[in-house]
């Protein structure tokens, strides 16, 4: 990053770091536990002015559903999410293509209009009547990012915001980091020609971030992060070891391809596996339910044990 | 790729091909040329099970505003765009997030609804009218893609449904498709694991799918590439490269940092500055007007040659 990029980066932070802090104190007069939900993957540019980047795959729905339940069971949550990720309530809708134009119709007015197809969008009203009761209630604070050091700086900042606000916090991490970066000094300025041939690539790790978060910007706070793996042998493993390594509370540990409908609950004594029947799948029951149902009841046995 | 994937693919592109030889040929039934646009970026896993991707970044404005002028100037458009990415008319609607949800309102009824703010979306019903006249008139295809292999198959796919129309055809490539990809025999199967230390990529360079568009799959259709680049020093001379290695008919040679009002047409014999006043960005005029509107006549003359 050029210095004028940096100081931008630095003050966007700064903004934030204020933002978060006065709207947490509004949640805590009215008496609400506060969230942090990290949501959606990072970009990673491999070019100083980047046409290319490395992504980490995630749509964002597993945050945008958990903040929405965490909200209902009265959570102030500040989200904190990869711009045009799933949203809560927003993601009832499809993205802006041919499957939202055919789910609108013209309303012959006077005045002409545009309205939502009911039978198109069942679920639209509801959805937007619980955002609107939630962002009234001032109980959702929508923070953006793109970029891993965008994502780096604003969650370090939201943290010492909440820091303040002890074990009433809890840190939702559901974020896809990167666990990989090109420093700035080694990136080429521009796009990289594919006449000079094959690609070679060399990335190195990103600090995690979860060390400084429970050891100095927010030890106070109840941290739950995620595991994701596609390979089941070495879920539960790499689980304890996160626990030991980081000290925090709770590892949610889920493997791609069932992420939708079970995860396993790990804390450093047990081990809760949650999942949806095939009943509660034709339901339409989502697993985020669960897990924060769960989480709630965790985060109140360590409120109490710490009073 | 496993074999059933691979299968699956190629059905998935065979069944594209009659779908689309199917649809020119009502277009040509009706006196209209047809144009196949491509849009939005290529996604290249870096695993089997992939959580991680390389990314070619493009919002896929360019193409979108592109074929909403095409369907407008008479053509028929053949929309292949990377999944989520800007959709003809779609793309006044933000992104379904906070700024969308704000723009819709309650409706009280009876019964109650969701109606759009016609304040906060001026555009949308102009748009929506649009979109319904294309679609009732079959003037755009829309097909999906999302990794870079199921792009080359359809477009290959594309190519050969349209072939048979000859000069009427245009193709308008601007797509940001990956140079790059790691062969499915070299990947790994499981998420490469950060425990590992410092990541090494080593990517193989992607065949050039103009050299047999342009010689085999449609040597009649009149062709356009897009040449991105950073660094302006190089743009017209690796433009001028393309089209005598391709022997195709035009490349759109733009800057990323100035595309959206400035382009230069490129071809064998001519290099034509395009741009967009100071006025005419203050009357939110496209530069995809006038890139079309010159294409348009490109083409016309290109057909008149060949009769």
New interface residues.
Partial sequence: MAAAAEEAAAAAAAAAEGRVRAWAEGQAARGRRVALVTSGGT?VP??A?????????SSGRRGAASAERLVAAGYGVCFLHR??S??P???V??????A??DA?R??PGP??????D?AA?PA??PA??D??RATEDGALL?IEFTGLAEYLALLKAAARALAPFGSNVMFYLAA?V???YIPTSEMP????Q?SE?????????VPKMLSPLVKEWAPEAFVISFK????PLILIDKSRQALEKYRHQVVVANI??SRRTSVIIVTKDSQTPLSLSDEEIAQGMEIEEKIVSYLQGRHTAFIEKKV
């Avoid at 005045?111 to 939502?116: E, I, L, S, T």
């Avoid at 994701?228 to 390979?231: A, G, N, Y």
């Fill in positions: 970009q491999l070019e002015r980047a046409v290319r980047f490395l992504e980490n795959f711009a045009r799933a949203f309530w927003a993601r809708l499809p993205p802006p293509g041919p939202l134009l609108l013209l309303t005045p002409p209009g545009v309205a939502a009911p969008l639209l009203l937007l009547r955002y609107r929508a896809a990167s666990d990989f300025e521009h796009k990289i594919s041939g094959p690609l070679q690539i060399t990335m190195k790790m994701l793996e596609t390979d791609l391809e």
